[in-house]
C-alpha cells in the first residue's frame, strides 16, 4: 500500500514571493512521482514528474521539485509566485513496474491563494 | 494533438437512476483511468482500462462499472445512484508505450449532482 501526505491544506502567499508545497508518501516500493495543478471548475494538469534520472526536475512556468530518497519527499517550490498560480496542487505516486498497473494515489491537495 | 475529452461535462441525475460518461483518450494512448473527486474523500482511483481489459481496480461498491473500445474510448457507469455519488469525475490516458507510459494525463472532468 501506498500514501500520500500534502502537509498544508492551505498556503497562503503574496505575489513575488517564495512558496513551498510539502509532500511526503509513503510506500513498500519504487514509486514514480508527480505533481498536478487543478484550477477552478477545470481538471488536473501536470505540474511535473520525476521518473528516474536527476532528482530535480522543474516545469515550463518556475516550478521546480526535488525527490528525496531517504525522506521519502517530494516538496515543490516556487521562488517567485504570480497571481495566476492560484490552484489547487495535487501531490501523487505510482508504483513503479507494470505489473502494479498505473494506479495513482493522491495527497490531500494545497490550496495556494496568492494575493496582491 | 487534442487533450482527453469527457462527455458530458454537467450532468444532474436522481437517485435511483444510472448515469453514464464517456471518455475520449488522447490519440495512441491505450490507458484509460477513471478517478472520482469529493470535497470528502478527495481524489480517488476506480478502475484503469488498458486494451478493453479492466487492469487495476479502486475499493468501490460493484454500482461502478466500466468498460474500453476497440478504439481505447471509455465509458463508465454508476447505477442506482446515491446522494454520495455526486463528484467530479475525471478520466485520464497515458500511452501504454515504453518511457512515457507512466504519466497519465486528464480530461475537464464530469460534474455529476446527484439529487
Known amino acids: 500500500a501506498q500514501s500520500v501526505t500534502q502537509l498544508d491544506s492551505q498556503v497562503p502567499v503574496f505575489e513575488e514571493a517564495p512558496v513551498e508545497l510539502r509532500c511526503n508518501y509513503s510506500?513498500?516500493?519504487?514509486?514514480?512521482l508527480f505533481w498536478y495543478v487543478q484550477y477552478p471548475n477545470q481538471g488536473l494538469q501536470l505540474l511535473l514528474k520525476?521518473?528516474?534520472?536527476?532528482?530535480l526536475v522543474e516545469s515550463i512556468n518556475g516550478f521546480e521539485a526535488e525527490f528525496n530518497k531517504s525522506q521519502t519527499s517530494f516538496h515543490l517550490r516556487k521562488p517567485s509566485v504570480h497571481i495566476s498560480d492560484t490552484a489547487e496542487y495535487f501531490c501523487?505516486?505510482?508504483?513503479?513496474?507494470?505489473?502494479?498497473?498505473?494506479?495513482?494515489?493522491f495527497g490531500g491537495g494545497t490550496r495556494v491563494l496568492v494575493k496582491p | 494533438k487534442a487533450g482527453v475529452t469527457q462527455t458530458p461535462r454537467y450532468l444532474i441525475k436522481t437517485r435511483g437512476q444510472q448515469v453514464t460518461l464517456s471518455c475520449s483518450p488522447i490519440?495512441?494512448?491505450?490507458?484509460v483511468s477513471w478517478y472520482q473527486q469529493t470535497p470528502g474523500q478527495g481524489l480517488q482511483f476506480l478502475f484503469e482500462?488498458?486494451?478493453?481489459?479492466?487492469?487495476n481496480k479502486g475499493n468501490f461498491p460493484g454500482r461502478f462499472s466500466g468498460r474500453q473500445f476497440s478504439n481505447s474510448r471509455s465509458e463508465m457507469n454508476v447505477s442506482t445512484l446515491e446522494l454520495g455519488d455526486s463528484a467530479l469525475y475525471l478520466c485520464?490516458?497515458?500511452?501504454?508505450?515504453?518511457?512515457?507510459?507512466?504519466?497519465?494525463?486528464f480530461g475537464p472532468g464530469t460534474r455529476l449532482l446527484v439529487l
Open positions: 485520464a490516458s497515458r500511452s501504454g508505450l515504453a518511457g512515457e507510459s507512466e504519466t497519465q494525463y
Open positions: 490519440s495512441g494512448h491505450r490507458s
Open positions: 510506500s513498500s516500493v519504487s514509486v514514480y
Open positions: 520525476y521518473l528516474s534520472g536527476s532528482t
Open positions: 482500462y488498458f486494451s478493453e481489459t479492466q487492469r
Open positions: 501523487a505516486v505510482s508504483h513503479r513496474g507494470r505489473a502494479a498497473g498505473n494506479k495513482l494515489t
